[in-house]
Structures are given as C-alpha cells and as structure tokens.
C-alpha cells in the first residue's frame, strides 16, 4: 500500500487518542499520561491530514527514551511504524543524543532490531505483559 505520508512534531494531547485506543483499549486517560508527558517531544504521522501514528521521545541529558508508540490498526504493518523510527532516531542524532532505549513488548523486538536496538538486561512481566529494555548508541 502506498502512502501519503507526513511526519510532524506535534503537542502531546494529540497523541492521547491513539495512545488510548491502540495501547489501553479499556484504560482511562490517565493511562496515557506518562510523568514528563508536557516535557517530552512528540512525533505524529499523518495520512491525509489524519493522525494514524504516534511516538514519544522523553530526553534526560543526552540519554532519550520513546515510550507510547503507537500506529492505529488500519495502518499497521504499512511502513509508517517505521517512517516514525527513522525520524525519531533522525531527531535524537541532530540533538547529539547518545542513547536512545525504550522498554519494548517482546514481540516487537525483532521490529526495533531492524533499527538497530538491542536487548539489554533481561525480560520482565508488567501487567500481564513482557518487556525487555532495548538500546542503541547513537556516538
């Protein structure tokens, strides 16, 4: 499928609908309100002039984590996860950020690993869910 596709910073409450309905269908929107949230940087991916696809980079010195990342369901599995990655890697290489991680579900791992992130430490339940801490060095 081909895609008109638009990357943009955006605000962080139009991150919160995709957030809530891909990551907490049953949730609340304090759900989708990580600590840090009005401080962090937000990507939005729009398909003609729709918001499908959302990530969030959360920066501690040179040291940036994404974490609500999210692609509505008619959209995934059409490259625009990964359009988001690659701007999202481009914006932390342009700030000089050494370090970019995120706590990843480990079904996605072999996504992220296309990106060069790798598993560090070891899996952990949160929820029902396992995660495992990804990373890639940037410098």
Known sequence: MTFDLQIEQVVASCT?????????????LKD?????????THFGAYHRNQLVGVISLFAEGTEYQFRKFAVLPDYQRCGIGS?????????VKQWHGRLLWCNARIDAVPFYGRFGLAAVGTPYDKDGITYIRLEKQLI
Do not use: K
């Not at 919160?16 to 609340?28: E, F, M």
């Open 83 to 91: 359009e988001l990655m690659r701007e999202t890697i481009q914006f």
């Open 32 to 40: 989708v309100l990580p600590d840090g949230d009005f401080d962090a």
């Open 16 to 28: 919160w609908h995709i957030r809530q309905r891909v990551l907490y269908p049953h949730g609340s």
